[in-house]
């Protein structure tokens, strides 16, 4: 059974960062497509990062967010610097068995339960 697990979420001032954890189980993910999605409340979710064989970001997430994977513990990471009251959401990981990284959530097989981040202004 797959499951992924978030952890690093939490409460930050604007200005702050956050180093959010993805860790993977129940199979090899290193030929897979790790992905972090958001969802603030009222809102769609939203893609913000994908690392597969090419990286993308959300244009709010450029210069500011850096997704990087560690392959050997089937971990992904989102490193988030100068959070914005805005970045406020539930961030959900995500995985593709395609190891072309793609912003569309429907692409994606598995999903994880989703940790808050909370940025205070």
């Avoid at 999605?37 to 993308?56: D, M, S, T, Y």
């Avoid at 959900?92 to 068995?97: E, F, G, N, Q, T």
């Amino acid at each position: 059974q797959v499951q992924l697990v978030e952890s690093g979420g939490g409460l930050v001032q604007a200005g702050g960062s956050l180093r959010l954890s993805c860790a993977g189980s129940g199979r090899t993910f290193s030929s897979m497509t790790m992905g972090w999605f958001r969802q603030a409340p009222g809102k769609e979710r939203e893609f913000v990062a994908a690392h597969g064989w090419n990286i993308l970001y959300a244009d709010s997430a450029k210069g500011r967010f850096s997704i990087s994977r560690d392959n050997a513990k089937n971990t992904v990471y989102l490193q988030m610097n100068s959070l914005k009251p805005e970045d406020t959401a539930v961030y959900y990981c995500a995985a593709d068995s395609s190891s072309f990284a793609s912003s569309r959530s429907a692409e994606y097989d598995y999903w994880g339960q989703g940790t808050q981040v909370t940025v205070s202004s």
